[in-house]
Structure formats: structure tokens, C-alpha cells
């Protein structure tokens, strides 16, 4: 029993919890810990509040800026209204000197010589009745959510930092109450231009103003050659149906494309050069008229590989001053060739653009890009060369008929050589050394040109491989090809330039070539010629041809358009001052559009009609300058 009673008392001593002094000294501490979390809390209360209110006071400082900066210049210079500061009210103002003293600053500021009314309005001026006289600079406004808080908002025109009449220099005063009743202020300070002036002070104070820097732009891009064809079926009897000759059946297809690679680039400069060159790869496609499908989406489109590089002088830019160049030589699996059969029709069409030439592109802000073009002038260049192969390096359409194949288009690359360049280039300092680029003389602010040239080997459009349309037109309907006398090869050339010194410059192009067409009896064995030049502009008509191949008898004639060059200079500022100066060529175009009449030998009364017009399409170049009117 003894030892019951014993362990009784041991447990009911367990439960007899804290002792009340034990209790106060643990509410003491807890009670301090509060009372520190409050304080915290306080001070994190009063400094989000203060930081809040100056963020408003920065918003108002620039609304105001703002507002100054929207003044017409010529009210803006006269300065503050003559009654501003009326009574001496402005604590911002040293009533000694009459100078805006604010954040250890002190300016001189402007005042209008004229009246408050009518001649100036007052900038941020409360609406009358508001207590504030005539002329005041002052208005005060509160934000909703700082209830209680009043933002005195001033603005200032003061005279500017460097002797100057095309600038001021402007200033925004926001005082409010912070904490405990403490002035807080914040200042803002900028400059203001008048809108046509730009000279070395406005330089020396904002040494990268986009009013102060010239512009120049420029573009350029080599063509391309291309075919596009159509055909359709007049069946034995009643209309002409509007099922297509290509896949007659099933996917209908209207039209059948073939394109050759090209080479483009582009510049813009003002404050920071930034040049891109471009190389985009030859295609196939067909399309079938309807809008509903893509020719890309619907796996329609072969080929057609773009790259490009790019290259600025931007400290802030991702880009590079001097990338790598980009060398790009392309294999058979970048596209195959393009077969579109006709269902059993016997007229068959195939075609493969010019995919595997080999190109390179080049962008620099050290490097010249082309010969003639210095260093550190910006630039890009895009080009390329020749593929000597039928399979790889020439684009072509042909049509098989029964098992004649017969040429629709194809630019030869066997035993010449075909060539594309287009590259542009900014002058800043050093002149160019070879006139084939421009600008070779060069002063501030500088000079822009851009340019392309092709080389082409020749063009075959008709002609039927391996024979002849019994007997005439060997050679095909027409070719294309380069002029014995003067160039080997066919041949075009586009430069334009502008800058100082450059800005009445006429854009120029070049163009050396031959254009042949059957006749039956002109005096190159059946072949009429004329030469190609910048201004040539001319049409002429095939005689028509006829032959039979398997069991179609075929009918073809060709009709041959070239546009001369032409060539537009845009600006009615001859000084390109008040206005750009701008200067665009186009070489013009060589279109040749040869028909094909298909008829059936055992039913002369079905007919299928092939239409393929191809296109050595011209090249490009443009540029635009506009200088800064301090030059």
C-alpha cells in the first residue's frame, strides 16, 4: 500500500503544470516579440507607403516632361510666363538670384518678355478659380489611393547647358509630404530641340539623337529565272471541260512551277549599321487552284532552302560586328526531281530548279564584303556560283510527248557559267576604291550604294531533244544567249548611290545579250536577232512550228517581250535635307510565253493546250539617304 500511495504522489506532481511565475515570464516574451513584429510591420507599412508616393511623384514629373515636350518650340523657347512666380511663392526659386535651386543645382531660368495673355499659355496652369494666378507653372494633384497626399507639381524652361537658340533644357519639381511631415522632392531633367535644327552643340549634349545622325538605306536583289505552266483539254465534243491537263483524275493540279535560286541583301543605318545578306534556293511546286490548300502545306513545294547572315556595329546587339561566313553547298536529297504524269494521256512533265549551285554569304562592320569596298564600312553580300550539271545546276521544265521530250525552259549550265551577286554597302568614313561599287569619294556624313550583276548562260525555250519540229527550228523557238562582240555570256548589272556628294548621282544598269527567234527564214539559219541593252524594249512573234511525236501531232509558236530599264529618283530636297533623297533601278525583264497545241493523231478532235512563260526577271537596287541638317 505504501508503495501505491507513493507512486500516486510522483504522478499527480506530473500534472500540476506551469507555476505562475513560469506563466509571466513567458507572456513577458511573447509580448515582446509582438511588440517588435508590430514595430517591423510599421516601418515595412511606412516605407512601402513612401515608396509608393515616389512612384507617384516620378509618374507626375514625367507627365509633366511630357506635356512640356508637346509644346509648339516656338511657345516652349519663349520661356516661363513673366508672372510665374508672382509674390514669391516658388520655394524652388532663389529669391535673390531668381535661379531654380533644386538638388544642389542651380539654373537660370527663361522668361517670356511678353504678357501671360494672350500671347502664352501657362504650362500645367490649374483652371481659373483655383486660387493660382495668371501664368502659374504650378497645379497640385493627388493620387486616390494616397489619400490625404498632395503632389505640388512645377515645370521650368531654363536656359541650356551650352550656348544654343535651337535648345532649352527643361526641368519637372514634384514636393510632397513624407514621412512625419518630411519635404520629399523629385526632379526630373531633360533637354528639348527644335524639331529642324541639328548641330554640334545639340551633338554635345545628346551625341546620339536621332535627329542629329543621317539615314541611309539600301536593298538589292539578283532576280531570278523562272517558268510557270498551264495546260487544259478540249474533249471531242461539247464545251471545254475545266478538268486540268495535269492529273486529269483524282488530285487535280493547275499549274506546274519551276524557280532558280537568287541571292538578295539588305542595309539601314542611323546611329548603328545593321546589314543582312540572303540566299534563297531554287523550287519546284504545283498548285491546284484552290484556295483552301497551301502548295507548302500540302507537301506541294520542292526545295526552296533559304539562309542568310547577318552582321550590325550595335553594342547592345545579340549580333555580331564580323560573323562567320556562310558557305552553303547543297546535295541531290535537298530535292529531287519533280515528275507530274498525266494519267495515262501520254503527255508527261518533269522539272529540278538550280539547287545544288554553290553560294556564299558575307556581312561585316570590319570587313569589306565585296573588292573595292574598305574596311569598317557595313556591308553584306550574297552570291552565287555555278553547278556545271544538267541534274544539279540547271533549271529546267520539260515536257514529254509520247516519248519526245520537248524543252519548255532550261538555263544552260554545261559550258558556261551561270553567276548571281547582290551586296550593299555604308561609307562612314573611307571612300570606295573601285567605281563598280560607288561612292569612291566620301566626307561626313557619308555615302550608300547597292548593287547586283548576274551571269547567265543560255537560255533554251522549245527546243526538242535529241531532233528537231521536222526540220525547222533546231535550236528551239528561242534562246537566249550571250553577244559574240561583247560578252561571252547574257549578262546584267544595277548600282545606285547616295550620300554627300552623291545626291543627284543617276542610278545605272548594264545589260549585253542576245535574244534569237524562228522565223524560217531570217539569216541565222531561219533566226532573226537583236542585241540587249539597258534601253532595249521590244517584242517579237515565232513562226509556228508543227511535228508529229508518237500519236500526237504537236503545233507550237512563242512570242519574246523584253522592258528596258527603268530607274526613278524620288525627293524634292535637291541638299536630301528637309526630305530623303532616294534612287531605285530595275534592269528589266526578258518574258518569252511559248504555246504548245497538242491535237490526237487517231482523234484530231481532242486537243490539249500547253502554256509555259518563263521569265528572266530583272534585278534590283535601291537606297535612300537623308542628311542631317548640320552637314
Not at 509644346?71 to 512666380?85: E, T, Y
Request: charged share 15%; hydrophobic share 35%; glycine share 10%.
Amino acid at each position: 500500500m505504501q508503495l501505491m500511495n507513493a507512486r500516486w504522489r510522483v504522478l499527480s506532481e506530473r500534472e500540476q503544470g506551469f507555476s505562475l511565475v513560469e506563466l509571466i515570464v513567458a507572456m513577458f516574451i511573447l509580448g515582446l516579440i509582438l511588440t517588435l513584429l508590430i514595430g517591423i510591420q510599421i516601418s515595412s507599412m511606412v516605407t512601402v507607403a513612401e515608396a509608393r508616393k515616389r512612384e507617384q511623384a516620378t509618374a507626375f514629373a514625367n507627365e509633366a516632361m511630357e506635356q512640356m515636350r508637346a509644346i509648339p518650340w516656338a511657345v516652349l523657347a519663349s520661356g516661363l510666363d513673366n508672372n510665374f512666380n508672382d509674390g514669391n511663392v516658388d520655394p524652388n526659386i532663389n529669391t535673390s538670384t531668381g535661379k531654380l535651386e533644386v538638388g544642389g543645382v542651380s539654373r537660370t531660368v527663361r522668361t517670356s518678355v511678353q504678357d501671360s495673355t494672350p500671347e502664352w499659355t501657362p504650362i500645367l496652369m490649374d483652371p481659373a478659380g483655383t486660387g493660382y494666378a495668371a501664368g502659374s507653372n504650378m497645379q497640385v494633384r493627388q493620387d486616390p489611393s494616397l489619400a490625404g497626399t498632395d503632389f505640388t507639381i512645377r515645370s521650368y524652361v531654363l536656359e541650356p547647358t551650352v550656348a544654343d537658340n535651337s535648345i532649352v533644357t527643361l526641368a519637372a519639381v514634384v514636393n510632397w509630404s513624407g514621412p512625419g511631415g518630411r519635404p520629399s522632392q523629385t526632379v526630373i531633367w531633360s533637354e528639348a530641340f527644335r524639331g529642324d535644327a541639328c548641330n554640334s552643340a545639340q551633338q554635345a549634349v545628346q551625341p546620339f539623337l536621332t535627329g542629329c545622325q543621317a539615314y541611309f538605306s539600301a536593298e538589292s536583289a539578283s532576280g531570278t529565272f523562272s517558268t510557270y505552266v498551264d495546260a487544259s483539254m478540249t474533249p471531242p465534243t461539247g464545251p471545254p471541260t475545266a478538268v486540268n491537263l495535269l492529273y486529269p483524275t483524282g488530285d487535280i493540279f493547275y499549274s506546274f512551277y519551276v524557280r532558280s535560286a537568287s541571292t538578295s541583301a539588305i542595309l539601314q543605318s542611323q546611329q548603328v549599321t545593321n546589314a543582312v545578306g540572303y540566299l534563297q534556293y531554287g523550287a519546284t511546286s504545283v498548285d491546284d487552284n484552290n484556295p483552301n490548300t497551301q502548295v507548302s502545306s500540302s507537301g506541294w513545294l520542292n526545295g526552296g532552302s533559304g539562309f542568310e547572315l547577318a552582321a550590325d556595329n550595335d553594342v547592345a546587339s545579340a549580333l555580331t560586328t564580323n560573323p562567320s561566313d556562310v558557305s552553303v553547298s547543297l546535295t541531290g536529297g535537298d530535292e529531287s526531281i519533280r515528275y507530274v504524269t498525266t494519267g495515262g494521256t501520254g503527255i508527261d512533265f518533269w522539272a529540278r530548279s538550280d539547287y545544288a549551285r554553290p553560294g556564299s554569304i558575307d556581312a561585316s562592320m570590319t570587313n569589306g564584303c565585296v573588292t573595292g569596298i574598305p574596311a569598317d564600312s557595313g556591308c553584306a553580300h550574297a552570291s552565287l556560283g555555278n553547278n556545271a550539271t544538267i541534274a544539279s545546276g540547271s533549271a529546267y521544265m520539260i515536257m514529254d510527248v509520247d516519248g519526245t521530250q520537248i524543252r519548255l525552259a532550261r538555263r544552260l549550265a554545261e559550258s558556261s557559267s551561270n553567276s548571281d551577286d547582290a551586296w550593299v554597302a555604308r561609307f562612314p568614313t573611307a571612300a570606295a576604291s573601285d567605281p563598280s561599287v560607288g561612292c569612291v569619294t566620301n566626307s561626313e556624313p557619308g555615302c550608300v550604294s547597292a548593287g547586283a550583276e548576274r551571269s547567265s548562260a543560255d537560255v533554251s525555250i522549245g527546243a526538242v531533244i535529241g531532233a528537231d519540229w521536222g526540220g525547222d527550228a533546231s535550236s528551239g523557238l528561242v534562246r537566249v544567249e550571250g553577244d559574240a562582240g561583247s560578252c561571252s555570256r547574257y549578262t546584267e548589272s544595277v548600282l545606285v548611290q547616295r550620300g554627300f556628294g552623291f545626291e543627284d548621282t543617276d542610278p545605272i544598269s548594264t545589260r549585253c545579250g542576245t535574244v534569237y527567234w524562228w522565223t524560217g527564214t531570217g539569216p541565222y539559219s531561219g533566226y532573226e536577232a537583236f542585241d540587249l541593252s539597258s534601253s532595249t524594249s521590244r517584242t517579237e512573234i515565232t513562226a509556228p512550228v508543227t511535228a508529229t511525236f508518237g500519236g500526237y501531232e504537236v503545233t507550237a509558236s512563242a512570242g519574246v517581250t523584253v522592258t528596258g530599264a527603268v530607274d526613278a529618283e524620288d525627293g524634292t530636297d535637291p541638299d536630301c535635307i528637309d526630305e530623303a533623297c532616294i534612287a531605285t533601278v530595275d534592269s528589266g525583264s526578258v518574258t518569252i510565253t511559248a504555246s504548245y497545241t497538242i491535237a490526237s493523231v487517231a482523234d484530231p478532235t481532242l486537243v490539249y493546250t500547253v502554256t509555259a512563260t518563263t521569265q528572266l526577271s530583272g534585278m534590283r537596287a535601291s537606297v535612300t539617304y537623308l542628311e542631317p541638317s548640320d552637314a
